[in-house]
């Protein structure tokens, strides 16, 4: 099955860095007309940054009314807050993490709904501590099986319209720290020894789980694990 996106529209909410960026260069390199939307405007060559802010409504409906006719969307936007146990959780972490990947992304499909194709694809980003149960871990988590549960109530719902999720594992990203940085080398190698496959996964492995999901038009309401084996 071809994989080319010649002809076609995506969006990329959260484009201007990490998987998200990978998912735009990815994406206008299948032959897509790429939009990488974020508060920076960054975008990758070859597709056009866009400045919005998933909290601020108004200019998430003027990003896609200058758009027009949308054919994938892909959300990867979110805010990082680091991993507060119970104790230590204030209502800014809530709010901030909430607000940035679930009502965002709600927010974003809902105001997108007058330009998207009729067979569009909508591709949300949770990740494996949804599943993946630890200290420190219930903010990322519960918002993460949020976002699972939203993608597959949306496949229904809005069908034939296709909504499926991306959950990665470890990805080496800003999320871990600097580039190059000694925090994220070591961060990186300590939960690569603890995978499978040794290593974390690129943003670029990422991307061509997003790809396969918009390319397909029998993929829809799935929830696909990109983790290197990080829930075994
Ligand atoms: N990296 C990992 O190890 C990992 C693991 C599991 C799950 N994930 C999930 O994968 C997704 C992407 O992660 P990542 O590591 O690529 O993150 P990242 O590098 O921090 O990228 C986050 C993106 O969100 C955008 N963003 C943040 N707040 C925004 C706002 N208010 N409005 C618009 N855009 C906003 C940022 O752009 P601007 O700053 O330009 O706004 C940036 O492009 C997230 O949902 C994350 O939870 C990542």
Same mark, same amino acid.
């Given at each position: 099955?071809?994989?080319?996106?010649? #002809?076609?529209?995506?969006?990329?909410?959260?484009?201007?860095?990490? $998987?998200?960026?990978?998912? &735009?260069?990815?994406?206008?390199?299948?032959?897509?007309?790429?939009?990488?939307?974020?508060?920076?405007?960054?975008? =990758?060559? @070859?597709?056009?940054?866009?400045?919005?802010?998933?909290?601020?409504?108004?200019?998430?409906?003027?990003?896609?009314?200058? $758009?027009?006719?949308?054919?994938?969307? %892909?959300?990867?936007?979110?805010?990082?807050?680091?991993? =507060? /146990?119970?104790?230590?959780?204030?209502?800014?972490? +809530?709010?901030?993490?909430?607000?940035?990947?679930?009502? #965002?992304?709600?927010?974003?499909?809902? !105001? %997108?709904?007058?330009?998207?194709? =009729? !067979? %569009? /694809?909508?591709?949300?980003?949770?990740?494996?501590?949804?599943?993946?149960?630890?200290?420190?871990?219930?903010?990322?988590?519960?918002?993460? &099986?949020?976002?699972?549960?939203? @993608?597959?109530?949306?496949?229904?719902?809005?069908?034939?319209?296709?909504?499926?999720?991306?959950?990665?594992?470890?990805?080496?990203?800003?999320?871990?720290?600097?580039?190059?940085?000694?925090?994220? +080398?070591?961060? !990186?190698?300590? $939960? %690569?020894?603890?995978?499978?496959?040794?290593?974390?996964?690129?943003?670029?492995?990422?991307?061509?789980?997003?790809?396969?999901?918009?390319?397909?038009?029998?993929?829809?309401? &799935?929830?696909?694990? $990109?983790? #290197? #084996?990080?829930?075994?």
């Amino acid at each position: 099955m071809s994989t080319s996106l010649e #002809g076609q529209s995506v969006v990329v909410v959260g484009g201007s860095t990490g $998987i998200g960026w990978a998912v &735009a260069e990815t994406t206008a390199k299948a032959g897509a007309r790429t939009f990488a939307l974020g508060r920076s405007g960054r975008a =990758p060559e @070859g597709t056009q940054g866009m400045v919005a802010d998933v909290t601020d409504l108004p200019s998430m409906k003027a990003a896609f009314a200058r $758009i027009g006719q949308i054919h994938h969307i %892909a959300y990867t936007a979110w805010s990082r807050q680091g991993a =507060p /146990s119970l104790g230590t959780l204030t209502s800014d972490h +809530l709010q901030q993490t909430f607000d940035a990947k679930l009502f #965002g992304a709600l927010h974003a499909v809902r !105001l %997108a709904l007058p330009y998207l194709d =009729p !067979l %569009a /694809s909508i591709t949300f980003t949770s990740g494996q501590v949804s599943r993946r149960y630890g200290v420190g871990s219930v903010l990322k988590g519960s918002v993460n &099986a949020a976002v699972d549960s939203a @993608g597959k109530h949306l496949a229904k719902e809005l069908a034939p319209r296709r909504v499926n999720v991306i959950s990665p594992g470890v990805t080496d990203t800003a999320q871990w720290g600097e580039a190059g940085s000694a925090k994220r +080398l070591e961060a !990186l190698e300590r $939960i %690569a020894a603890a995978l499978p496959i040794k290593r974390v996964a690129t943003p670029e492995e990422l991307a061509s789980a997003y790809l396969f999901v918009m390319a397909n038009p029998f993929v829809t309401g &799935a929830v696909f694990d $990109i983790n #290197g #084996g990080g829930l075994l």
